[in-house]
């Protein structure tokens, strides 16, 4: 009995040594953790004949609107260096929300920040999570990232501001862990 709890204790310590060098080898190979914040601001069209953002499907015989429950839309919005939409386009913001609270106020949201300007072209964020969209600011998850941002985590905040009726404008301010 007590030469198999030896043996036993020797497998485990064996296995819990061999974890540690793997561990220690793969950290070593996507180098130091560093952390990043950034702000751009996205140049939203929610209507007219150069909406970025679009109605895909929502309940038959309602209208299809931001604040009616099941109503899902396709975004494709211009992100810029600056609150002004002159100011140098550094990506696009490219996703899908879904109106998911019945009473309209909260949004499910996937989108994916890509880069294509300046110094992080090629690579990506994505986000994803609820988006209560009636608060300033408000606050979604940041669940990964490729390129320069591989394996990020972190959060980015929403602020929208309201220029008309056919062009908003949100600041996002990510926050991220990445490699």
Request: glycine residues 10%; proline residues 2%.
């Amino acid at each position: 009995m007590a030469k198999n709890v030896l043996i036993c204790s020797a497998k485990l310590s064996l296995l819990i040594f061999l974890l540690a060098i793997f561990v220690t080898s793969s950290q070593s190979k996507l180098g130091n953790l560093k952390e990043t914040s950034l702000t751009v601001y996205f140049q939203n069209r929610p209507s007219g004949p150069k909406a970025t953002s679009v109605a895909i499907a929502g309940i038959p015989g309602q209208d299809w609107t931001y604040g009616k429950f099941g109503t899902s839309f396709a975004t494709d919005a211009t992100m810029t260096e600056g609150f002004d939409r002159k100011t140098a386009e550094i990506g696009r913001g490219q996703g899908m929300f879904l109106t998911s609270a019945k009473d309209g106020t909260s949004l499910t949201l996937l989108l994916s920040i890509v880069f294509t300007g300046k110094e992080y072209k090629g690579s990506t964020l994505q986000i994803q999570g609820a988006d209560h969209q009636f608060e300033n600011p408000r606050e979604v998850a940041v669940v990964g990232g490729t390129g320069q941002f591989r394996f990020a985590r972190g959060y980015a905040t929403f602020e929208s501001f309201r220029v008309s009726k056919s062009h908003v404008v949100s600041r996002c301010n990510v926050t991220i862990e990445h490699y």
